[in-house]
């Protein structure tokens, strides 16, 4: 993790002038059946877009609220990255998309017999939103909705 001096100046002036929401504990709920058998998806924070789809948004003041689904059988080379952020090192993900998206350890987990199977799709969000309003009432719900309707057990989430 960087140190704060080492991040650019415009980015130390918002940590240092940003309004930190509190945001009250979630409930926890136990997974109700061994993971060896569950059917797991990945959420990103990376701003991962699958070929044909359109980039996040980074002019969306606050960032981009919106998602991508990315398919269990994705290849993840193939993905482009739209982050916004300044504030981390994005030549790992450029370099190996499964720093953000462990999909391919995921799919290894699962031919072990680790985890039951992949989920057939996975979520992708931008992070460094500075106004999560939106993500929390809309996207966070529609990702929810999703990964039910494919029928996941757990989710993973990866922030990056």
Not at 27 to 37: F, I, M
Not at 85 to 108: C, K, Y
Not at 121 to 127: E, F, K, N, Y
Not at 129 to 146: D, F, K, S
Request: charged share 20%; glycine share 6%; proline share 8%.
């Amino acid at each position: 993790m960087a140190d704060l001096s080492e991040l650019p100046l415009s980015v130390r002036l918002l940590v240092a002038t940003y309004r930190w929401r509190r945001v009250d504990p979630v409930p926890w709920t136990p997974l109700g059946k061994p993971l060896a058998v569950a059917r797991v998806a990945l959420v990103t924070s990376a701003g991962l877009v699958p070929p044909g789809e359109a980039r996040f948004d980074e002019t969306v003041r606050g960032g981009d609220w919106s998602h991508r689904w990315i398919a269990a059988g994705a290849d993840l080379a193939a993905l482009s990255e739209s982050h916004r952020s300044e504030s981390w090192d994005h030549s790992g993900v450029a370099a190996d998309r499964n720093l953000a998206l462990p999909l391919d350890r995921l799919r290894e987990l699962a031919a072990a017999g680790r985890v039951g199977e992949v989920a057939p799709r996975h979520a992708s969000i931008m992070g460094s939103i500075t106004a999560p309003a939106r993500l929390l009432a809309r996207t966070a719900p529609a990702i929810v909705e999703g990964l039910l309707a494919d029928r996941v057990d757990a989710a993973a989430l990866v922030p990056v």
